[in-house]
């Protein structure tokens, strides 16, 4: 059996650390790793909070609270619960390119299945993320400086829907019908997917007919019928 000095010697000659028997690479990677889990976390405990209590009443200590966490770890990760809510909100346009990839994706919206994949692959995204969703609308109610950076983040997506239009006879600028495009659905879904909004239709609005409406809406209302 080696002696420990010898022990040490060979340990550090190998670049490992000789207490806990990693490289310190591995333990950088652990380090990384956790803190990711960490951030996850948070985001998940956050997006709880404002489901529960709205984005403007929830408070850093909830969101800590929630996730389990020390509410000095929170800045480690995030600036302040705007940094947080920006943060979500890349996490959104990142699944948003990635939908962008998926089979089915017609780019001409003269084509009404075209604009109906559009519709349907956003009506399941509102309805998957709709906490976040209603947290952003709030946050640019009263922070115009979070407002323009949303704007600005979004500008790509409506440049996305406004190139599907290129081909039709609009009633305007091609921006201007892509953001009519966009308000449309979202507030359709804004509406139809929150209790708190939803008329009283007497009856559930099932996913299908509420994307077959809005499909064939926007597919007449742009031009793409003529």
């Given at each position: 059996m080696g002696r420990p000095q010898?022990?040490?010697?060979?340990?550090?000659?190998?670049?490992?650390?000789t207490w806990h028997g990693t490289r310190p690479g591995a333990q950088a990677g652990l380090r990384k790793q956790q803190a990711a889990q960490t951030e996850a976390e948070l985001k998940a405990a956050?997006?709880?909070v404002f489901e529960r209590s709205g984005y403007l009443t929830a408070k850093i200590t909830d969101i800590t609270a929630e996730a389990g966490r020390a509410t000095g770890s929170f800045y480690k990760h995030f600036a302040s619960k705007e940094a947080l809510l920006e943060a979500l909100l890349a996490d959104l346009l990142a699944e948003g390119d990635a939908s962008a990839e998926m089979a089915g994706h017609g780019t001409d919206f003269r084509d009404r299945a075209?604009?109906?994949?559009?519709?349907?692959?956003?009506?399941?995204?509102?309805?998957?993320?709709?906490?976040?969703?209603?947290?952003?609308?709030?946050?640019?109610?009263?922070?115009?400086t979070f407002a323009q950076r949303s704007r600005d983040m979004l500008a790509p997506d409506?440049?996305?829907?406004?190139?599907?239009?290129?081909?039709?006879?609009?009633?305007?600028?091609?921006?201007?019908s892509a953001s009519l495009f966009t308000v449309t659905i979202s507030g359709f879904a804004a509406t139809w997917l929150s209790a708190a909004n939803r008329p009283d239709?007497?009856?559930?609005?099932?996913?299908?007919?509420?994307?077959?409406?809005?499909?064939?809406?926007?597919?007449?209302?742009?031009?793409?019928?003529?």
């Open positions: 010898d022990e040490a010697a060979q340990g550090q000659a190998e670049g490992r650390d956050a997006i709880r075209a604009v109906r994949w559009h519709v349907a692959a956003f009506w399941g995204f509102y309805r998957r993320h709709r906490a976040i969703m209603v947290a952003l609308e709030q946050a640019a109610l009263v922070d115009e409506l440049g996305h829907i406004a190139d599907h239009l290129a081909a039709l006879d609009l009633p305007g600028d091609r921006l201007v239709l007497g009856r559930e609005l099932s996913d299908d007919e509420a994307i077959e409406t809005l499909t064939t809406f926007l597919h007449a209302g742009l031009g793409g019928a003529s």
